[in-house]
C-alpha cells in the first residue's frame, strides 16, 4: 500500500524508555499519514496530525512536542523548510524532528535526520525510540583536542548495502581529507554492545554521535549530499 512495506504485518513490540511521548505526524496524504499515526498510538504515544507546514506550525505554537516527524513534500512549502522555520521560531527548542521521503536528492534539510522511504514501520519505530532515547542522552559537545566529528557506519557481513554503504563513505572521507574526523565502522553481528548502545535497528546505518545531537543516516548511502552535508553542519569543509 503506497509504497510502504509491513504494513499487513503485527508491528514488533519495542522497549520503551519513556512511553507516551507527543508526537506531531505531518503529511498531506491521509492515508500514510493515519496508518503512521495508529502505528505510533499502537506503541503509546500520543499523537496530533497536520496535513501540511502551516497546521504543523500552529500545532507546533501550542508546545509540547518530543518528537516532529514530517514528510518532505507538503503542499505549502517542503518539511525541511517548515522545521528550519520553527526552529529559528523556538518552536523545536524541547523537540527532535525525523523527515520522510521517496526523493533521493532533498534540499534544505541539514541539521535533520532523513529517512527514506519505502520504510517498515517497525524500523520507524523503533528508529523514533531511539531518537527519543538519545535526546535524553545527548552528548556533551565536543571538547579542545576532539575531532569535529565523530562517526560510526554500523554494516552486516554479506550484505550489498553495506558493502555500498562502506564504498560510500570512502569516497566521502575522501573529500574532507586533513579534517579532524574520526571514523569506525562496526560489525553489528561482532559489536552487538556497541550497535545497542548507538540505538541501531537497522543496518546499514552511519551514525554521527558528535558534536550535537545525535544523528542517523539509514541505507547504502549512495545520496551522498545529504552525509557531506552533515559534515558541513560540523563546521568541517571538503578539500579543495
Not at 499523537?47 to 509540547?64: F, I, P, S
Request: aromatic content about 4%.
Amino acid at each position: 500500500m503506497l509504497g510502504w512495506l509491513g504494513v499487513g504485518r503485527q508491528l514488533t513490540q519495542v522497549h520503551r524508555q519513556a512511553k507516551g511521548a507527543r508526537i506531531l505526524v505531518v503529511d498531506d496524504n491521509d492515508d500514510v499519514r493515519q496508518m503512521m499515526a495508529v502505528a505510533l498510538q499502537t506503541h503509546g504515544h500520543v499523537v496530533e496530525e497536520a496535513a501540511d507546514a502551516g497546521e504543523a506550525l500552529r500545532h507546533l505554537h501550542q508546545g509540547g512536542f518530543d518528537v516532529v516527524l514530517s514528510d518532505y513534500e507538503l503542499p505549502d512549502k517542503t518539511g525541511a523548510a517548515m522545521l528550519k522555520e520553527a526552529t529559528e521560531s523556538g518552536l523545536l527548542r524541547n523537540a527532535s524532528a525525523l523527515i520522510v521521503t521517496a526523493h533521493t536528492q532533498t534540499e534544505d534539510t541539514d541539521g535533520f535526520d532523513v529517512i527514506p522511504k519505502p520504510i517498515d514501520l517497525d524500523r520507524l519505530m523503533a528508529q523514533v525510540q531511539a531518537v527519543l532515547k538519545s535526546s535524553a542522552t545527548a552528548p556533551s559537545p565536543p571538547t579542545a583536542g576532539t575531532p569535529a566529528a565523530d562517526l560510526v557506519l554500523y554494516v552486516a557481513a554479506g550484505s550489498v548495502a553495506s558493502a555500498n554503504a562502506r564504498r560510500s563513505m570512502e569516497t566521502i572521507l575522501r573529500q574532507f581529507a586533513g579534517c579532524p574526523i574520526r571514523y569506525a565502522v562496526r560489525d553489528v553481528a561482532e559489536e552487538p554492545g556497541k550497535a545497542e548502545e548507538d540505538q541501531i535497528v537497522f543496518a546499514p546505518t552511519l551514525v554521527k554521535r558528535s558534536p550535537g545531537p545525535r544523528t542517523w543516516v539509514l541505507g547504502d548511502l549512495a545520496d551522498a549530499v545529504v552525509v557531506v552535508d552533515m559534515l558541513k553542519m560540523c563546521g568541517l569543509r571538503p578539500s579543495p
